[in-house]
Structure formats: structure tokens, C-alpha cells
């Protein structure tokens, strides 16, 4: 069956449009590997995200080495993935995956003060929405625990792939096993019931802003 | 919140037995970031793949540039995140994903021959279980368009990052929001209902392998 390597050749399954980078960037669950370069090596970790315009912004502690790496302007790329199915074709090789991709190359800057703030204020709407007027504002020393990174997307260093619906149809050459299904077989991501803490009073509803995400999956 | 690359530096997070690594290799659905670097910039792509033993396999067009580059001893890293769910906590700095993520690093070997032809077998039987037997076997012209790539998983080269349970407690010298409700809430990937391509007969019903795949998820 196909890889999403060997899918990438197919120049129909290539996007052009911004609005389609955002999009693919803006669906699930903000959750991309950001890949760097070590000391000649691949550097590669997963990150939560969000896309606020024509930036993308990441986060994490200031503490982390190989970030403050990727923070002093190396060159990084982010890779976003969404399965959306298996595409059974009438041969392994025919056979497929449907997904959504995008890889985003560009250099991280570290944001500061205000702007460091708001990135993270973004980062949680994006992730859990709603959130962050439920619980306290951050605080000075939270801030300065939390390093708040932007990736600029800029024309021609970005690149999106899609494939979607079902099997070519098998040439007419070609022997197909009789009665044999083919199609796809669609894959999502949902929610499952939240789990309280120990700390949650029995029968306390999860937070306006969980359960209006669930409603909206 | 805190994103992975920030759990990451948690120590108690990091798992030290192989047979962790293959437990989060072994779960999901087969898909995972290959990085690499190109002429000094990382490169990136999304690749299906499939443990067998202590080797990673992978596969991808023999046209694909990028692969081959790969393929001819480059170092690379393969990133394999699932997410299982969002922790809220009683403020934004405590909140957390739950995830399990593995990065592997190593060099890709090409198979060739019958070693070629099992592990794209092999590969098919990881993403859909028993298709394999249901369709005609690989074709010479099919091997010959498609390379069989090999990861072997070596020690002291790889790292699983997993974290999981429910939020931190508040320290006593934290004020909470009076029936702030924290927990988590989980995430999981289902199946949908299967969509038959055109050339299939009203009322035929999906492949046995894929009523036992839907059936186990």
C-alpha cells in the first residue's frame, strides 16, 4: 500500500492556498512534530501549537535545551497530520491512506513580555477553549517558567497534501477477486467522559467550556 | 498549558524498557514523522510504518527523492505521538496534555528481493489486519515501483515520553475557583461507518478484515 511519502509525488494531491494550510493547521488537536537540526543530526519532538494569523505559535519550558536551540533561530520545521482513513483498494498496492498534511519551515523567534502572554492565552483557546476565563489569570512566575515561541509561515516554505476519497478503480486488465469490498474505512477522533480529579466534588458537571467542547465533536 | 516538549524534561516520564518503546510503537494507527537532514535544513514527512521484531519498517516510491537520500544512510528519526487526552488543572500553567510519543533514531537500510516483498506485507498487516489475504499478492511490476525500508531500533538511541493520569492538586497556597471542575478529558480515534467504493454491489458487506478491525476498536 502507499505511504504518505510515496502520496506526497502526486502533484494533485498538492494545495496551494494559504486558506488550505490554515485549515489543515487549524483541524484536530493542534498537536505537530517540530523537527530541527543537531549538531548534524535530526532533532525531532512532538508539540502543541496553534496558528494565530500568519504565525504559528509553540510553547514550552525554559529550561529545555534542545528548544532553546530551535529558539535561537535555527532552522525548524513543523509537520501536522491528520489520518482520516483507510482506502481498501483491490491490491496492497493500490491501497492508500486518506489524510491531511502540512510541514511549515521556518525559524522560531521568542516572544516576551505582553506578547509572550497572549501567545500562551492563544495556545490554550486553541487547545482547550474557553479555559482560560474559568481559571486564574498567569502569573509572573508562571511566565517566566514558559518560554513562548512564533514560527512566521512564508510563501514558498510551506507545503500541504491531501487525499481523500476511495480506490481508483481497477483497469479492466486487471483480475479482482470476486465479491471483494473496497472503499474506505473512515477514521476520527472523539472525546470520551471526562474524568474528574479527586479534588471534584461528586456530581460537580465539567466546566461550561468542556462541555461545549464536546457538544461541538 | 504545557505543551510535550515541556513534559518531556519530566524525568519520571521517560521509559527505559524496549518493551515500552514497542507498546507505543505497536498502538495507533501505524503513522508517524520521518526526519531527516537536507543540506543542512531538517526535512520532514508523515510515514506510515510497522514494527516487526527490532526493526522499524517503512516504504515509499522509488521515485521519491527525498526517500532516497534517506534511504542511502542518512541519519533520520521517526516521531510517533498519540494523544490521550487534555488535563485541566486549575490553571492554564498546570494544565497538561496526556500522551504517549516515541522518537527512534537510526539509519534506514533498503531491502531488497523476498525480504522486500514480506516486509510490504508486513506493513499492509499492521495497517489492515488480514487484507493481505484477500487480495492477489504483490506483482513484480508493483515491487519493482515501491522501496522497502528498514530502521533497526538500537540502543541508547531512542526515547517514549509518557504521561498520563489526572492533574496535580493545588497547593494549599493556591486559590482555586470555588467548584472549578478539573480532570481530564480523554481522546481516542474510532472508525466510522465504511463507504463502499462505486464498483461494489448494493448491500455487499465490508470485507471480513474489515468487520474484525471495526469489531476490536
Redesign the interface.
Known sequence: ??????I??HAERARQHRQDLYQVLDAG?Q?G?????MD?????????YARVGDRIL????T??GA?RHVAAGA???L?V?H?D??V??????D?S?N?R?A?V?SELAVLTGKDAASA??D??DR??PG??T???D??RK?LA??QALAMNIVDGRWTVKVRQG??G??ATSE?V?P??????????????????????PDG????PS?QR??STH
Open positions: 500500500m502507499s505511504s504518505p511519502a510515496r506526497a509525488r488537536h498537536i512534530t517540530l523537527s530541527t537540526v548534524g543530526q535530526p532533532w525531532v519532538v512532538p508539540m502543541l509553540l510553547h514550552g519550558s529550561g529545555a528548544l532552522p525548524a520545521a509537520c497530520t489520518l482513513g483507510w481498501y483498494a483491490h491490491t496492497l498496492f491501497s491512506a489524510y498534511s510541514v519551515h500562551l492565552t495556545l490554550s487547545m482547550l479555559r482560560s474559568e481559571v486564574p498567569h502569573t508562571q517558567a514558559t476511495g480506490p478503480e481497477p483480475q477477486p465479491g471483494l469490498w473496497t472503499g474506505v474505512l473512515p477514521i476520527r477522533s472523539v472525546y470520551g467522559d471526562p474524568v474528574p480529579a479527586p479534588r471534584v460537580l458537571p465539567p466546566s468542556i467542547l464536546m
